[in-house]
């Protein structure tokens, strides 16, 4: 088990390592200099600009900017904004918990409906509760969370006013944006875990716990849906990673301040240490996500601990 943990760790930093590197290089080669947004081209002397590309340290050489900046990260700097001269890591640390909030409460909308439809789905097959499933699984698909918020924002928030449409504060106001990027997470898990169901009730030892006598609700429950699971768990630490980058279009929508509006804001204003920071601080916790995902399996199936 500690050598799994391990070996996970090892691979979650080699993972954080690389997007860190593709981050930066895409950043580096994108058209467009940092310093445009902080002085007019037109107003200042070449001297000026030159000056200050020297002071940010964009006109070293590529590797030389990649080893400082990793130097940085080593130490807990994650630099400043180009804009304003704050640091990143305070500004990111302090956006987070409304957009973990908003994560969490997707998550929890998108593995409540999804693990109550799907199993219902695979237990009634081709009825009626089997279609509604796959129907509502299939719209929340392939709706945009864009499109989806904003019918929200126009159902309960204008047209029946039970909710705010806009604004981080209070648990009010994240019910409407959860349901957005909840509805989509929710539709992949439907059909995950229908598919997993069906998959594990065709196995022989559903087969002989039936024929045992055991109760059809022991065998559903407490057998099959273990069994169905782990795909479902995998799924559920995909969708933290999409749901972080859904944030992004979400927290637009609902004018929430996140970090999602914090890199939207960045990639505009063409603030290079903002999005290299956000996006390597949503690297970091998508890892370890996955790393507890990973270590989830050993407590849910007793056949991936004992090969372990």
Excluded: C
């Amino acid at each position: 088990m500690l050598w799994m943990v391990t070996r996970r760790l090892l691979t979650s930093l080699l993972v954080i390592i690389g997007s860190l590197v593709l981050v930066f290089t895409i950043l580096y080669v994108l058209p467009g200099d940092p310093t445009d947004n902080m002085v007019d081209p037109s107003m200042a002397t070449p001297e000026v600009i030159a000056n200050l590309r020297h002071q940010l340290g964009v006109d070293q050489p590529f590797h030389i900017q990649l080893f400082h900046y990793f130097g940085s990260i080593l130490q807990g700097d994650f630099g400043k904004s180009l804009l304003n001269s704050d640091p990143v890591l305070p500004k990111i640390a302090e956006s987070f918990p409304a957009t973990l909030a908003l994560t969490g409460a997707s998550v929890l909308v998108s593995v409540t409906v999804g693990l109550l439809l799907g199993v219902l789905s695979a237990i009634h097959r081709n009825g009626a509760i089997d279609i509604i499933a796959r129907v509502i699984g299939l719209f929340g698909i392939s709706m945009p969370t864009f499109w989806s918020g904003i019918l929200l924002i126009l159902i309960f928030s204008i047209t029946l006013g039970w909710f705010p449409a806009m604004g981080s504060d209070g648990w009010r106001t994240l019910v409407l944006p959860a349901l957005a990027l909840g509805t989509v997470g929710s539709g992949f898990i439907i059909r995950m875990v229908r598919n997993s169901m069906l998959e594990v009730i065709s196995e022989q030892f559903i087969v002989t716990l039936r024929s045992k006598g055991l109760a059809e609700r022991a065998v559903m429950y407490r057998h099959a849906l273990r069994n169905a699971l782990i795909p479902a768990v995998t799924m559920t630490g995909m969708l933290i990673g999409d749901l972080l980058a859904g944030t992004v279009v979400v927290e637009t929508v609902f004018s929430r301040q996140g970090i999602g509006r914090i890199i939207s804001d960045a990639i505009m204003a063409k603030d290079l240490p903002v999005v290299q920071g956000v996006i390597l601080f949503s690297a970091i916790i998508y890892t370890l996500v996955n790393l507890l995902v990973d270590l989830s399996y050993t407590l849910i199936d007793p056949r991936v601990r004992r090969s372990t």
